[in-house]
């Protein structure tokens, strides 16, 4: 029979019993593989896993699947002012052709190798950006950990999109600034969560066990406080890459993007598809399609991630 103890600071009611047994789950395996368990038995995790795994697939074999280069123009010879070829139209051309004459299909594929490079690098400069803030901060406290937040706050003031457009714009119509402005709009996201993390685990009974035996800030931090307040940022990195997916297409469709007209990218074909709406709706709707359902199978997977991490969830 369960005992149930007050409530907690969210207002559950914590059953002692639950709570023994996840942390008797933990001790037999590990928290990794705990959460590895529940993910296995998470269908939305499942979903979201197929989803991301065929993206990266399609990304990884681009040169293989794709029927033409990336900015080869095949079918120019049956684009007229009045009339675009759609799906099922051309036996060659299976989801048909846009305004330049290039293979809806190709360009898809090819769209998905650029989206995934931009999402994961300027993913990866964010979340090294602020895990690197964040640590200084958590780390040191006091002054240093006043100033890092108040400059993270002026940042968080401005919209992510907002502060993305603006920072592209400066530094030029290219991806590798494409990179770099998402990348730099996701730095306090990253950072604010590190520093809170930590600061929750410096709290904790192992870390003043390990003040008392004399272990110096910088050992603790880097043998026990950080790799204990890391799960939180690695939750958040997998659902920051839905947004960058996101971003990258939005920018690319203002013309932030660089790169010819005919580029395989799948904010462009948008952009290049809003003149044609009234002969060739397709044009919009696949790549939308593909934008919205990448998002989808990273947000899928990082909420399932995000609530096998949780210890309220874990312990019931």
Not at 101 to 109: A, E, N, T
Not at 130 to 149: H, R
Request: charged share 10%.
């Amino acid at each position: 029979m369960s005992i149930p103890l007050p409530p907690a600071q969210g207002g559950e009611v914590i059953d002692t019993v639950a709570v023994a047994q996840a942390q008797l789950s933990d001790n037999k395996g590990g928290f990794w593989s705990d959460v590895f368990r529940r993910l296995r038995r998470n269908p939305t995790a499942w979903i979201g896993v197929v989803i991301v795994a065929l993206f990266v697939l399609v990304a990884a074999l681009a040169p293989l699947l794709a029927p033409y280069p990336e900015t080869a123009l095949p079918g120019a010879r049956f684009i007229t002012p009045t009339h675009i070829p759609g799906p099922g139209e051309l036996p060659e051309f299976p989801l048909g052709l846009d305004r330049f004459g290039g293979d809806v299909l190709s360009k898809l594929i090819w769209g998905a190798q650029a989206s995934l490079l931009v999402g994961v690098i300027s993913t990866a400069l964010g979340l090294v950006g602020g895990m690197l803030l964040g640590l200084i901060a958590g780390t040191f406290g006091g002054w240093v950990d006043t100033l890092i937040m108040r400059i993270v706050d002026i940042i968080l003031s401005v919209p992510n999109l907002l502060l993305a457009v603006s920072i592209a714009a400066i530094l030029g119509q290219t991806p590798f600034a494409v990179m770099i402005a998402i990348g730099a709009s996701q730095v306090p996201i990253f950072a604010r969560l590190l520093r809170a993390s930590m600061l929750q685990q410096r709290s904790s009974d192992y870390v003043l066990s390990a003040q008392t035996l004399g272990l110096g800030r910088g050992r603790i931090t880097m043998s026990h406080v950080l790799p204990n307040a890391i799960g939180p940022v690695i939750v958040q990195g997998t659902l920051t890459l839905a947004t960058a997916v996101i971003d990258a297409a939005a920018l690319s469709f203002l013309g932030l993007g660089g790169g010819r007209p005919e580029t395989a990218e799948w904010g462009r074909m948008l952009t290049y598809a809003q003149a044609e709406l009234s002969i060739a709706p397709w044009l919009a709707f696949l790549p939308g399609i593909c934008i919205a359902v990448t998002a989808l199978g990273f947000t899928l997977f990082g909420e399932a991630l995000r609530e096998s991490m949780d210890p309220r969830t874990r312990a019931r």
